[in-house]
C-alpha cells in the first residue's frame, strides 16, 4: 500500500491511496532506502551513511558524482546548518 498523509500541527494523518503497483515500487524503494539511511545517519551522526544515501540516490549517480565530490558537498552542508545541528555532527 501507498500511504499519503495530511500533516497538522499536533496530527499526522494517514490518507490510503491504494495499492502500489510492482513498476512504481521499483523507482520509489530506492528513495524510501536513502531516507531511512538519512534518518539513522540523522540520529546517530553518521556520516558514512550519509555518504552511502547520496552515493546511491539516483540524481547523484546520473551525474557521476565521485565519492571525494559527494564527501565535499555533505562536508559544506553540515557546515552551512552547523548552527542547528548536534553536536555530534561535528
Known amino acids: 500500500m501507498e500511504t499519503n498523509a495530511l ?13 502500489l503497483p510492482e513498476a512504481v515500487r521499483a523507482l520509489v524503494m530506492p528513495h524510501v532506502e536513502n531516507h531511512e539511511r538519512i534518518l539513522k545517519a540523522a540520529l546517530t551522526g ?6 552511502e544515501a547520496f552515493m ?10 565521485t565519492k571525494e565530490q559527494v564527501k565535499a558537498l555533505i ?13 555530534m555532527w561535528f
Open 7 to 19: 500533516f497538522e500541527r499536533d496530527a499526522i494523518r494517514p490518507i490510503q491511496a491504494g495499492a
Open 46 to 51: 553518521d556520516r558514512a551513511l550519509v555518504l
Open 56 to 65: 546511491a540516490d539516483p540524481l547523484v549517480k546520473g551525474k557521476g558524482c
Open 75 to 87: 562536508d559544506g552542508m553540515l557546515e552551512g546548518t552547523r548552527a542547528y545541528l548536534p553536536k
